[in-house]
């Protein structure tokens, strides 16, 4: 069973980059899409991005500007950088596969989050 | 975009039937068959319990049903127990490889 767990800073200052990393075990990266979803504390849910197994990528339009999303195949992992954040950024990010192959509507399996604050 | 609309709270009582709306347009709610809910129980991350709108992922009961209507989705659960008590969240696809959420609604079983 796929399992993916995120890793990143828990604490940043306005401006700098936010890097996080999802490492997939018990599956195959170079298969399914990948995503990231984010949740301000007590809010609802924010769509990122996404990365394919090809490796092209698709943003949410309110961050295309200021987001990257990469993927490692050698270490099973895929990646987030998010440009210039902002306090408003603060949130519990959480990565995300597809729930099939062909899929990219559907989120099948998540991790289990991190929580990311943005403070000067 | 603009989140998807959701009812703030829905609530019922042990085996009764609950019905969540999910608004949007026909952008994206009305204009794809693409619409997934999840689950969120307090501190964890979301389940997928339904997707293409009608759907179930395996091991979700089928106590959860999806449809669509014009630019509204709905999840209903029936037999509602004390364990479906969660926030539950709408996802569409909205064209040009992009996805949008609903904001939420908290699901109270009495």
């Known amino acids: 069973q796929v399992q993916l767990q995120e890793s990143g800073p828990g604490l940043m200052k306005p401006s700098e980059t936010l890097s996080l990393t999802c490492t997939v075990s018990?599956?195959?990266?170079?298969?399914?899409?990948w995503s990231w979803i984010r949740q301000p504390p007590g809010k609802g849910l924010e769509w990122i991005g996404y990365?394919?197994?090809?490796?092209?990528?698709n943003y949410n339009p309110s961050l295309q500007s200021r987001v990257t999303i990469s993927v490692d195949t050698s270490k099973n992992q895929f990646s987030l950088r998010l440009y210039s954040v902002i306090p408003a950024d603060t949130a519990v990010y959480y990565c995300?596969?597809?729930?099939?192959?062909?899929?990219?509507?559907?989120?099948?399996?998540w991790g289990q989050g991190t929580l990311v604050t943005v403070s000067s | 975009q603009s989140a998807l609309t959701q009812p703030r709270s829905v609530s019922g009582s042990p085996g009764q039937s609950v019905t969540i709306s999910c608004t949007g347009t026909?952008?994206?709610?009305?204009?794809?068959?693409?619409v997934s809910w999840y689950q969120q129980r307090p501190g964890k991350a979301p389940k997928l319990m339904i997707y293409?709108?009608?759907k179930w992922p395996s091991g979700v009961p089928d106590r959860f049903s999806g449809f669509k209507s014009g630019n509204t989705a709905s999840l209903t659960i029936s037999g509602l127990q004390a364990e479906d008590e969660a926030d539950y969240y709408c996802?569409?696809?909205?064209?040009?490889?992009?996805?949008?959420f609903g904001g939420g609604t908290k699901l109270t079983v009495l």
């Open positions: 018990g599956g195959f990266i170079s298969t399914y899409h």
């Open positions: 996802c569409s696809y909205a064209g040009s490889h992009t996805l949008i």
């Open positions: 995300a596969r597809a729930r099939d192959f062909d899929d990219y509507f559907a989120w099948g399996a």
């Open positions: 026909s952008s994206d709610v009305g204009g794809y068959n693409y």
């Open positions: 990365i394919s197994y090809s490796g092209s990528t």
């Open positions: 293409d709108v009608t």
